[in-house]
Every structure is written in structure tokens, then in C-alpha cells.
Antibody, heavy 116, light 107 residues
Framework: EVQLVESGGGLVKPGGSLRLSCAAS????????MHWVRQAPGKGLEWVSS????????SYTDSVRGRFTISRDNAKNSLYLQMNSLRVEDTAVYYC?????????WGQGTLVTVSP | DIQLTQSPSFLSASVGDRVTITCRAS??????LAWYQQNPGKAPKLLIS???TLQSGVPSRFSGSGSGTEFALTISSLQPEDFATYYC?????????FGQGTKLEIK
């Protein structure tokens, strides 16, 4: 069974850091581009970042560039999102998703709350 | 950045109705468009990729059409489990933007 499981969310103060992880199983992880998508409470979906299968191509949305770092470890079938200098507006459920094109498999999400 | 505008934002319909949600891109994205369904508290589910390719296991009452800047998701006969929020996403170029969503409610 194809599965993605996120972890690492929690409550953090503005300016703090968190590292999200996404454990993949049931497919050849190294064959797929991977993505982070977030959803603020009661709001729509927002693409955050993507990384190619070999980590050669990385992209970020403007609001997180310079603060967030996406990475992956194909040997561990894992995707990461290092989030620094967190802001209140980064509060959201963060999903990892796989996709060479469209995102055909999503994790259950992990909640990040940034609050004073 | 490519902007996606969905319409309507809210749609009230009855079981058995045929409904269409549209997604307009701010520039030509060829067929690099996907549609997702999301239920409250759940992760999105991919319904359609490449504008019109139905994903395995998705009921045939769902269909996608369009190319360039105008796209549509049609549900031919609404079932109770279809009442959810729907999003389009462009995958033509980064950032991979989403539409603002269409909430489909029971009339």
C-alpha cells in the first residue's frame, strides 16, 4: 500500500523552528518528485515547496523562500521540511504529497501552530 | 505567477443534479491542470490529471475538460458522497498554484 506519514508538527512561538518529516512506503520513493502543501485553518490549499527525485531541482513559494528548506533522503525513503523564522501566518496543516505531475498520493497532514 | 480562478466559490445542488465547476488560468497552461476533492479534516484526493485523465478508482460520473486557460470539472449525477470542496491546480510552472476552491453543498 502506498503511504505517506508526516510528523514533527506542533506549537512553536514566532521566530522558532520546526522540522517536518514525511515517511514514504509502498512505492519506489527515489522515482518521484515530492511536494509540501499547506492549508491554513478554514482556508484553501497552498503549494509550499517541491523537490525533484534527485534533489537537483528545488522550488519554493515566495512567502517561505529563505526561511524553509526542503530536502530528502532516498536511502531512508523520507522527505523533510526545515522551517525557520516561523511566523503566525505559517500556521497550517502541512501535507506531503508525491507526484511526477499531479499529486496522486497525500499524507494525513501534520498541524503546525505558530502562536506567541 | 499563474493565477487560477474557480467559479463558483459555493454551489448548492441536489442529489442527481449535473454540476460544472470552472477554473480559469491567467495564462496558457496547456493541459497541465489537476482537480482534487477534499472532505473536511481529510487530505485532498486526486480526481483528474492532465485536464481530463480520470484517476483509477474515481467514478466515471466525474469528467474534466479544457486546455489553455479554460477548464471544467463536471459531475454528471451528484451522489451524497460528492458533497465536498474541489480545487484545481496548475502544474505548468512553479509555483504550482491552486484555485481558491469550490464548496459543493447539499440543497
Amino acid at each position: 500500500e502506498v503511504q505517506l506519514v508526516e510528523s514533527g508538527g506542533g506549537l512553536v512561538k514566532p521566530g522558532g523552528s520546526l522540522r517536518l518529516s514525511c515517511a514514504a512506503s509502498g512505492f519506489i520513493f527515489s522515482n518521484y518528485n515530492m511536494h509540501w502543501v499547506r492549508q491554513a485553518p478554514g482556508k484553501g490549499l497552498e503549494w509550499v515547496s517541491s523537490i525533484s527525485s534527485t534533489s537537483r531541482q528545488i522550488s519554493y513559494t515566495d512567502s517561505v523562500r529563505g526561511r524553509f528548506t526542503i530536502s530528502r533522503d532516498n536511502a531512508k525513503n523520507s522527505l523533510y521540511l526545515q522551517m525557520n523564522s516561523l511566523r503566525v501566518e505559517d500556521t497550517a496543516v502541512y501535507y506531503c504529497a508525491r507526484g511526477k505531475g499531479a499529486n496522486d498520493c497525500w499524507g494525513q497532514g501534520t498541524l503546525v501552530t505558530v502562536s506567541p | 505567477d499563474i493565477q487560477l480562478t474557480q467559479s463558483p466559490s459555493f454551489l448548492s445542488a441536489s442529489v442527481g443534479d449535473r454540476v460544472t465547476i470552472t477554473c480559469r488560468a491567467s495564462q496558457d497552461i496547456s493541459s497541465y491542470l489537476a482537480w482534487y476533492q477534499q472532505n473536511p479534516g481529510k487530505a485532498p484526493k486526486l480526481l483528474i490529471s492532465a485536464a481530463s485523465t480520470l484517476q483509477s478508482g474515481v467514478p466515471s460520473r466525474f469528467s474534466g475538460s479544457g486546455s489553455g486557460t479554460e477548464f471544467a470539472l463536471t459531475i454528471s449525477s451528484l451522489q451524497p458522497e460528492d458533497f465536498a470542496t474541489y480545487y484545481c491546480q496548475q502544474l505548468n510552472s512553479y509555483p504550482y498554484t491552486f484555485g481558491q476552491g469550490t464548496k459543493l453543498e447539499i440543497k
